[in-house]
């Protein structure tokens, strides 16, 4: 069974830092990139950073760059997002996916994704 299970959300204050945490199993890892988006109910999805297979190039939304650092740990088969400084903007159900590959941020067509954590940022 594939799994995704992102961990490490909650409340934080503005200029506080979070660790997101995406475990997966029931697939093979090392063959997929893993990236995260974010939604808020009835919103549109955003990308928000992607990392390609077995660790390779690693890619940022705009909005996150600077802030938020994607990293993986294949033995674990673990991706985290490390997010720093953060906003009120940055408020959302963040979740990861899988997908075949990644060349930007943008996490649609994802073959796989979680069921979210929720990340709440107060001014």
């Known amino acids: 069974e594939v799994q995704l299970v992102e961990s490490g959300g909650g409340l934080v204050q503005a200029g506080g830092s979070l660790r997101l945490s995406c475990a997966a199993s029931g697939f093979t890892f090392d063959d997929y990139a893993i990236g995260w988006f974010r939604q808020a109910p009835g919103k549109e999805r955003e990308g928000v950073s992607c990392?390609?297979?077995?660790?390779?190039?690693?890619y940022y939304a705009d909005s996150v760059k600077g802030r938020f650092t994607i990293s993986s740990d294949n033995a674990k088969n673990t991706v985290y997002l490390q997010m720093n400084s953060l906003k009120p903007e940055d408020t959302f159900n963040y979740y990861c996916a899988a997908r075949l590959f990644c060349n930007s941020a943008y996490m649609g067509l994802a073959r796989y994704w979680g069921q979210g954590t929720q990340v709440t940022v107060s001014s």
């Open positions: 990392i390609s297979a077995s660790g390779g190039p690693t």
